[in-house]
């Protein structure tokens, strides 16, 4: 049995490696300063214009959720195990730097995120009175590959219905075993059933959950981590300072780990704040608004306020407090060690920094209820991206309904199992789901992208020209977005019929 599980997590460890390949971290920075040099830094220029756009809803679209209620539910799948034990995985493997590179390719993953969302939205469907979409559609209708679209929604569904849930159960369950000795099984058993009391309400009711639950948390984890850090304000000269330096290899513990700096904050950026990996413009796809862009935009934004604020929360938490440890991921050697007796990365760096404050037992409970919110709306999230990946595949037949349920069970259980796993284990399997993912996401977009560019360009026109811009595909040339299309096209006949009378 033992022999067994030291296989599992050995296979696994190595199947990650491979997918996490120097190649990938490459692709995801290069992707995005690409994506970002070509519309002109979209994520600065327009930042103002995302804030605002968060309250833009098309009023004349009865299908679909609004931009806010979209933002949230992409929110809900960033913000979650990534931002509080993903940030100790990377200060703990990859040293104070990590978080700068965190920092990088949240910039420039918001230049992806937008991108993608922006496909998202030109491609979507009305299926059954919802809009879906994502990477599966716009790889069909875009680049007219069926065989990668229906890979992409295979993974996408193995990902986000079997091994990503593992990986947020598993940090709730790690987190109130050292806050209240609560028996894991107990702990997955309680998230199973409150998930599936949601999740059968579809897409509106995870969104109505969503929109409350997320920024509610985030803003209170972010006032959280402000206290602490004026507290200690006298550390934040030296904190910076390695950061920086480890960023660029230069610290005197950290430089000879500088790949796994760039490497490890790289992945867990990407892993928590959801950019260029394909999930997020599945979301994306759901939001009724007159011009695709509005949306990519807003979700360019969810990026900013994953990464640039929570997970810097956390990062800021640990750091100040001094409350990690940093160790070579490949040799095992511990180069820095806390005062506070931490062993190898996970929940309680922060909760330890957080019980200076509260008291260890009160810190370990607060990271424990903020932990349980952040991963339960993630999972909520995961439920809807494959069972988006469930009606591409099966949406066009008489099996949607039956697989769907499928779906819910298999991911009950999933929530449970992952509840009883080994911390690298689960995380291991998530991180193979998100790499798979991201591997045929980053390589669709970026050969997709000059649509998005070309849409960007009509929005930006029609708002030079005083306009509520309107999105009409034939115009630009882009094929295969029928929704808009028909949208169009009944917008012209409208107006025909105004002008006549």
Known sequence: MILGAISIETISSVLSSWVWSPALVVLCLCSGLYFSLRTRFVQVRRFGAMARLLFSTDKTQKTGISSFQAFAMALSGRVGTGNIVGVATAIGYGGPGAIVWMWIIAFLGAGSAFVEATLAQIYKENHNGQFRGGPSYYIEKGLRCKWLAVLFAICSLIACGLLLPQVQSNGIAIAFANSVHVPPVYIGLVVALVLGLVIIGGVTRIAKVAEIVAPFMAVIYVILAIIILIINYTTIPSVLMDMIKGAIGTHELFGGIIGSTIAWGVKRGIYSNEAGQGTGPIVASAAKVSHPVKQGLVQAFSVYVDT?????ATAVMIMAV??????????????FTSAYNLGAPDVSYTSTAIGTLLGMNLGNL???????FFAFTTIMAYYYYA????VYLFGKGKKEHTVVWILRICILIAVVFGSLKEARAAWNAGDIG??????????????LSPKAFRTLKDYEKQEKEGKDPVFDPEKLGIENAEFWEEKSRRGKDEESKRVKK
């Open 308 to 312: 640039l604020l929570v997970c810097s």
């Open 322 to 335: 001094k409350t990690y440890n940093v160790m070579d991921a490949n040799t095992g050697e511990v180069l």
């Open 387 to 390: 069972e988006t990946s469930i």
């Open 366 to 372: 607060v990271v424990a209820v903020a932990l349980t």
């Open 434 to 447: 998100v790499g798979t993912m991201a591997w045929i996401n980053i390589v669709a977009i970026a050969l």
